[in-house]
């Protein structure tokens, strides 16, 4: 007998939301079995909850469920058959996904594509809690297509009655569905037949996007191409249940002028057509891409529900990465950033190193999509399958990061709190750790989280862009904290560590906390409770 799976339904769950697991289970003979499973909040008196069943031979699938308190928290779930047959997982109750968005993608939309609820149900299995609908538009400047069969502009057939399946899909396993839009793209025909609409550079040229593909128009607060875009957009959401809008841009250009040879203001542009879009849209989500970490300064203080990142050369460096996160969580004060990165799938170690450095600083990555599979290209649709070792490194890492929402997301806190939040002190004074342990401390009411990233044996050039080896691990490593107060206790928890968050061992003399870390491959984190 094995234990072939065990998942959560959803992606996330909603305040006053049922918990359902599902337990699959294989055995080649009728056998009569009784399972425990573990429900636990960080550290907390674990919940039992105790069944029998009676299985036949094969696979079968068995569904328990468990009702939550109604507070945003982060789950541990651990299965018990006997000491040798057991399995781990994660879920967590949100008050909004935006609190700590595991976001997925999905380019599909076919009429032939597989089946919708087979693909969504693999992502909850990496706790996936919302979807981009990348590419899936008629035209650029006419999002809903005519008919209800149609070819996009890089002519691949699609369907709306697919599009429908995958975005009711998504809500059943509790993902949002936001659809892509690019700000100012419009088809090359549309943007040729209103070059008074139209974004030219300062030798009053007209600005394309490839080659007769694309033409950037306008999208200044009061120009006819956003108000066209805006009420596309409203059409788009009427005609379709989708959850809010993705909106796009191209990083360039960052200077422009409108058709009367004005200079255009793109990031205050970006601003009001995020502010309009909320103000329309108010039970909607709106988020916006801040390509190659431009223009943040000015995203951070718009109403986008949470930062979303694209990162690009020439911030190729692990702690260039880390900068860009943690600057992100600062400005915007403690909303959560998502950051897009695209990287080959075989490259195992440098996916790992960018998620755990990410993570680490408050952030998620998208990811994973389609069929479980990577996202590789900023093209969405050329996703690469990746290898058992990930996919398996993926789970716990995806595991970890909902065990331990609480420690890794304010989503708990109020909004005076969250104001007030302080974040990510990257590699502080007053702790004294091996210099291959980046480390990060992140500030909770009477807990202090240190969030560390492993980089042992990396060398000189902690670049993501270079192919490297996975980081060497580590175990047994000594770390110095001067803090005012002896704590009440200090927990360790990382991905390998499936049994969730352990006390450790700690001692306290004049002011200096001394403990030692027990293992880490490329991430874990303390906690330190007063």
Known sequence: ?????????????????????????????????????????????????????????????????????????????????????????????LSSWTDFPRYGFLSDFSASRSDPETALKKLTRFHINGLQFYDWQYRHDQLLAPTEEYIDPLGRAMSLPTVRKLVDAAHKYGMTAMP????????????????????YDEAENLIAFGENFLGLMDP????????????????????????????????????????????????????????????QHPDKTV????????????????????????????????RRLAEIVLNAVRLSHGKAVVIAHYLPADRIANNLLVDAVILACGGTRIELGEEARLLSDPYFPKHEEISPDLYTELRHLADFTVRDGNWLR????????????????????????????????????????????????????????????????RQN???????????????????EQLEGPQAIDFEYSNGVLTFHIPQINYTGLVAIYE
């Not at 892509?180 to 974004?199: E, Q, V």
Request: contains cysteine; negative net charge.
């Open 1 to 93: 007998m094995r234990i072939v799976d065990f998942y959560p339904s959803q992606g996330s769950f909603s305040l006053g939301e049922s918990i359902k697991l599902f337990i699959e289970i294989e055995t080649p003979s009728p056998k009569n079995i009784s399972l425990k499973v573990f429900i636990q909040h960080l550290v907390e008196q674990p919940i039992i909850l105790e069944y029998q069943y009676q299985m036949e031979p094969g696979i079968q699938t068995f569904q328990i469920e468990w009702q939550p308190p109604e507070t945003p928290a982060g789950y541990s779930a651990r299965l018990l058959i006997d000491p040798d047959i057991q399995a781990s997982t994660a879920f967590d109750v």
């Open 180 to 199: 892509y839009l690019a700000i100012y793209a419009a088809s090359a025909d549309f943007w040729r037949a209103h070059p008074d609409w139209a974004l």
């Open 220 to 279: 200044s607060a009061s120009s006819s191409w956003s108000q066209h875009l805006l009420a596309e957009s409203s059409r788009t959401l009427q005609g379709i249940p989708f959850d809010g809008l993705h909106i796009d841009q191209y990083g360039d250009p960052k200077r422009a002028w409108n058709a009367d040879h004005i200079s255009v203001d793109l990031p205050h542009a970006f601003v009001d057509f995020i502010q309009s879009a909320s103000d």
């Open 287 to 318: 988020l916006f891409n801040a390509v190659g970490n431009w223009p943040i300064e000015a995203l951070a203080t718009s109403t986008a529900d949470f930062m979303y990142i694209e990162i690009w050369p020439p911030d190729l460096e692990y």
């Open 410 to 473: 304010p989503y708990t806190l109020s909004a005076a709190e969250k104001e007030a939040w302080s974040e990510g002190e990257l590699n502080p004074k007053h702790i004294s750790i091996d210099e291959s342990i980046m480390t990060l401390v992140r500030h909770h009411p009477k807990i202090l989280v240190l969030q560390m990233v492993n980089f042992t044996d990396l060398g000189p050039h902690q670049q993501w862009d270079v192919v490297h080896a996975a980081p060497t691990p």
């Open 477 to 495: 490593i000594l770390v110095k904290i001067q803090i005012s107060k002896q704590p009440a206790q200090i927990l360790w928890d990382c991905p």
